[in-house]
């Protein structure tokens, strides 16, 4: 148990015209190896049209202790959406 | 107010400071629960939620791993092509969830290698089912529609437990596993359906497995230790003796059907209850299964371990190669 193959993450799209989401993970030597791994575990009855892999140590993560600092600045910033505005009744589209 | 909570849990907080932090920590994150938010890996959770987490998904990827040698047993002697490549499917499927689940368990901080370490030394559990031996073709029969359908029971309330990997990689073995019953029920079918001798098998088969299938549902709720507390972690939905009553109710109108007969002279049909009473379980046989005196357990482990250890010229020559590769890739960008 010298060599263990490191960690990927999975991604796949669906189908075209849908953005690669985050299927899973898995171990594998290669970028090779992941991809075809990738197929065999996570696309078996025709989940997807596309792989990508990504070795896991690859990713930066947000900290969710910091999720006050990072997402809550947002919360009080209610003239970023369409509903802060007021408009005249007499204006159906916009 | 969790803000404050966390920051008191920094070097500079006494002892008796952090201890109350974590009490609140562990009360906002039961509270979370409660309101079915889900668990991510990153966040924060009791030392407890995270061991129970790692026992109970391991022991189901394990379950999913070993859980492929009874079968595979019979994909080499399958009557025909239609059934092989069926058989082959579903074991294919089970290395599959075997994967999903550890990949769960590992984003609790523990390694894949520590996860089979636990496995091959006894220290980790499989499902005590798998240490019974697959004696006939019927037995595949069995197996899909007894003890997969069990596994379905036991699994779909799973898919809205509270940690997320868990809950994500159940949605995906319950997706794929209803079609393994249904191959099963209907080599069953077939049987029944067949000569006098293929009755037989097929009614062969279902004695022997029937049994083992009721108690894979786990122990009497009173035996039962986890149960609380993994109820509480909706890490169980449903007690073992509701599961196993469910089980029981399902599966026997389809013994029915097919002309099988369920091996319990105790089984009636309850008007007041509205469900089946059947009779006592073996509950001695299910320990000593579970102890490692089934009639398998040797043989099930020892070809887990000759895999891993008969592979290790492999996994260390692919790691090689990758080495290799990527240096070559190197020497040119030079």
């Known amino acids: 148990m010298k060599n263990n193959w490191p960690l990927w993450e999975v991604f796949v799209r669906s189908k075209n015209g849908l953005e690669h989401r985050h299927f899973g993970s898995l171990h594998a030597a290669d970028a090779d190896m992941a991809l075809k791994n990738a197929r065999d575990v996570y696309t078996r009855r025709n989940e997807g049209v596309s792989i990508w892999v990504v070795e896991s140590k690859h990713i930066t993560a947000s900290n969710p202790e910091n999720n006050g600092e990072l997402f809550e600045p947002a919360q009080d910033k209610v003239y970023r959406h369409p509903t802060f505005y007021s408009l005249p009744d007499e204006v159906k589209h916009m | ?334």
């Open chain 2, 1 to 334: 107010m969790s803000k404050k909570e966390i920051k008191n849990t920094g070097t500079e907080a006494t002892r008796s400071d952090r201890a109350e932090a974590t009490r609140s920590l562990e009360e906002i994150f039961e509270q979370r629960i409660a309101r079915d938010e889900k668990i991510e890996p990153k966040n924060w959770m009791p030392e407890k939620y995270r061991k129970t987490h790692i026992r109970q998904i391991s022991q189901h990827a394990h379950s999913e791993i070993v859980g492929m040698l009874p079968e595979g047993n019979w994909i080499t002697r399958a009557p025909s092509l239609r059934r092989k490549v069926a058989l082959l499917a579903k074991v294919q499927d089970e290395a599959g969830h075997g994967l999903y689940l550890y990949s769960a368990c590992e984003t609790l901080g523990i390694t894949r290698e520590e996860l089979y370490e636990q496995l091959h030394t006894g220290k980790a559990k499989y499902s005590s089912i798998f240490n019974y031996p697959t004696t006939t073709w019927a037995d595949m029969g069995a197996i899909g529609w007894l003890v997969d359908g069990a596994a379905i029971i036991n699994q779909v309330p799973l898919c809205s437990t509270s940690y997320g990997p868990y809950a994500r990689a159940m949605i995906r073995v319950c997706k794929e596993e209803s079609f393994h019953q249904r191959q099963g029920f209907e080599i069953m079918t077939k049987l029944a359906q067949g000569t006098p001798e293929q009755k037989a098998m097929a009614q062969d088969a279902l004695n022997r497995w029937w049994w083992p299938s009721l108690m894979m549902l786990g122990p009497t709720d009173a035996e039962s230790v986890h149960t609380e507390q993994s109820m509480k972690w909706k890490l169980k939905r449903k007690t073992n003796d509701e599961l196993r009553q469910q089980f029981i109710d399902q599966t026997v109108p389809q013994a029915d059907l097919i002309g099988l007969t369920i091996p319990d002279p105790d089984l009636k049909w309850n008007d007041e209850r509205g469900h089946y009473d059947f009779g006592a379980i073996n509950w001695d046989e299910f320990w000593q299964v579970v102890k490692g005196h089934g009639p398998c357990n040797k043989e099930r482990l020892s070809a887990r371990v000759n895999a891993w250890e008969e592979g290790e010229w492999v996994r260390d020559a692919a790691m090689a190669y990758a080495e290799k590769q990527e240096d070559k890739k190197l020497k040119k960008a030079i």
